[in-house]
Antibody, heavy 117, light 112 residues
Framework: QVQLVQSGAEMKKPGTSVKLSCKASGYTLSFNTLHWVRQAPGQSLEWLGWIGAGPGDTKYSPKFQDRITITASTSANSAYMELSSLRSEDTAVYYC??????????WGQGTVVTVSS | EIVMTQSPLSLPVTPGEPASISCRSSQNLLHSNGNKYLDWYVQKPGQSPQLVIYLGSKRASGVPDRFTASGSGTDFTLKISRVEAEDVGVYYCMQALETPFTFGPGTKVDIK
């Protein structure tokens, strides 16, 4: 069964960083790009970036370019998204999703990140 | 970036009746390869988004044929021929033509 399983909820203080994981099962992560999308409470969806197969094969939203890093581990068949300089507006559910046929066809269950002092 | 808009934002429906959602993009989503890079997702209560339609009109695996979609380069429509209770949720359109991918504000479909 193809699925993406994400790490657990995080509570962070403003100014710190958070690193989330997304483990693929049922397929090889590097065969497709893996995207990160977030959803603030009561809001729509917001695309953050993706990682592909090759070293440094990443693309970030300009809005997050200076504070987001997406990495992957082939041995763990997992992807990671680190967001730094957290502020209260980063409180959201963060999703990873597989990209296939120009769409995000498989989504993780989401990770709740709460940023509060 | 490409801006996506949707209408209506709220859509109360009667089971068995049809429903239609519109999505508009600020730029043409028709690629030179002939594909329209517009997807539809539904987020059911308490769940992650799930793919309904990709490349403008192709139903995702497992999606019932009561869901159809069409569109030109900038105007797109998702139709449900006969709404069922399991169809409630928020429907989002998303452009996948260029990064940053962008989503519409969502249309909340619920039962009258």
């Amino acid at each position: 069964q193809v699925q993406l399983v994400q790490s657990g909820a995080e509570m962070k203080k403003p100014g710190t960083s958070v690193k989330l994981s997304c483990k693929a099962s049922g397929y090889t992560l590097s065969f497709n790009t893996l995207h990160w999308v977030r959803q603030a409470p009561g809001q729509s969806l917001e695309w953050l970036g993706w990682i592909g197969a090759g070293p440094g094969d990443t693309k970030y939203s300009p809005k997050f370019q200076d504070r987001i890093t997406i990495t992957a581990s082939t041995s763990a068949n997992s992807a990671y998204m680190e967001l730094s300089s957290l502020r209260s507006e980063d409180t959201a559910v963060y999703y990873c999703a597989r990209h296939l046929s120009a769409a995000l066809d498989i989504w993780g269950q989401g990770t709740v990140v709460t940023v509060s002092s | 970036e490409i801006v996506m808009t949707q209408s209506p934002l709220s859509l109360p429906v009667t089971p068995g009746e049809p429903a239609s959602i519109s999505c508009r993009s600020s730029q043409n989503l028709l690629h030179s390869n002939g594909n329209k890079y517009l997807d539809w997702y539904v987020q059911k209560p308490g769940q992650s988004p799930q793919l309904v339609i990709y490349l403008g009109s192709k139903r995702a695996s497992g999606v019932p044929d009561r869901f159809t979609a069409s569109g030109s380069g900038t105007d797109f429509t998702l139709k449900i021929s006969r709404v069922e209770a399991e169809d409630v949720g928020v429907y989002y359109c998303m452009q996948a033509l260029e990064t940053p991918f962008t989503f519409g504000p969502g249309t909340k479909v619920d039962i009258k």
